[in-house]
Structure formats: structure tokens, C-alpha cells
């Protein structure tokens, strides 16, 4: 009797193990893909965000031109310091929302829209279209980036020449 209690013992000490063991791995499994649906929703997310920064930079920049062009130096309602200080605290307003947080998801394109925000911050709002047109055409032109998966960086490969063979002809 007391052989057959330790291989009870021993069979279900190796159950639990193997239990804990299946437990285990279907957790880890269920992660990986709540990881990756969420890797693929701040994926859209992303590219959303940069439309949408895009989309008020370009309001941004229409409201400045607008202002530019019925500024009447003395007479008129704003001042030229105004229609600086109001571009460029919007500007900075929009480096604080979400969506430009949502971008540094994807580091190309953060470093692209912060070179040229800070480009567009550091330049009165009146010398743009002299001084930052570069950067003026990246909003203006703006479209999503996309992530190039590994797939797409492999060079297609090029079909083979095919020889034409000379045949001798009646003349």
C-alpha cells in the first residue's frame, strides 16, 4: 500500500505540472494577440493623428495668410505681433494635443512633423512663405506614411533576358 500511495502522489504532483503548464501557455498566447490588436489599432491610430495634425497645421497656415493679407499696417485690428504670436502659440497648442503624441509612435514620421513645426515655431509667422516654403509644401502635401514591412524592402527580382537564338533562314 504504501508503494501505491506514492505513485498516486508522484501521478498527480506531474498533473498539476502539466496543468499549470497548458494554463500557462494558453495565457501567454492570449497576450501575444491582445498585444497585437493593439499594436495594429495605434497603428491606425497613428496615421489618423497624422492627418489630423496636418489638417490644423493647414487651417493654421490658411488663417495666417488670411490675417497677412487684410493686415493694414496702424489702421487695422491686428497687429503684425499678433498674427505671429497667434500662429505660433498655435503651433505649440498643437504640440501638446494628442494626436502629435499618437506620432511619435512612428519615428520617421515624428521627426519629419517636429523638424518642421519647430521650423515653422522659430520663423515669424509673417517670413514663412520666404523663409520655411519647405515646410509650408510637407503640411500642404501631407500624406500618411506607411510602415514598410520587411516584405517590401526586398528588392523583386528582375526576370531573366531571354537570348534570341539566330536560326539560319532561306535567302
Known amino acids: 500500500m504504501g508503494g501505491m500511495t506514492m505513485w498516486i502522489i508522484l501521478g498527480s504532483l506531474i498533473g498539476v505540472v502539466v496543468i499549470f503548464l497548458l494554463v500557462t501557455t494558453t495565457l501567454d498566447r492570449k497576450k501575444k494577440k491582445k498585444i497585437m490588436v ?3 489599432e495605434i497603428a491606425l491610430e497613428v496615421k489618423d493623428s497624422g492627418s489630423n ?3 490644423e497645421i493647414k487651417k493654421i497656415i490658411t488663417k495666417n495668410t488670411k490675417d497677412l493679407k487684410e493686415f493694414v499696417p496702424s489702421i487695422g485690428k491686428l497687429k503684425m505681433s499678433d498674427i505671429n504670436n497667434n500662429a505660433s502659440k ?3 497648442k ?3 494635443t494628442k494626436d502629435f503624441k499618437l506620432i511619435k509612435h512612428n519615428e520617421e514620421e515624428y521627426v519629419l512633423f517636429s523638424k518642421h513645426i519647430k521650423s515653422l515655431i522659430a520663423t515669424k509667422s509673417n517670413n514663412w512663405d520666404k523663409l520655411c516654403s519647405k515646410d509650408l ?3 500642404v502635401n501631407y500624406k500618411p ?3 514598410v514591412e520587411k516584405q517590401e524592402l526586398k528588392k523583386p527580382k528582375k526576370p531573366k533576358k531571354v537570348k534570341k ?4 533562314g532561306k535567302k
Open 53 to 55: 495634425v496636418s489638417k
Open 38 to 40: 493593439e499594436k495594429k
Open 137 to 139: 509644401e510637407f503640411f
Open 145 to 147: 506614411f506607411k510602415k
Open 94 to 96: 498643437i504640440q501638446q
Open 165 to 168: 537564338v539566330k536560326t539560319k
Open 90 to 92: 498655435a503651433l505649440k
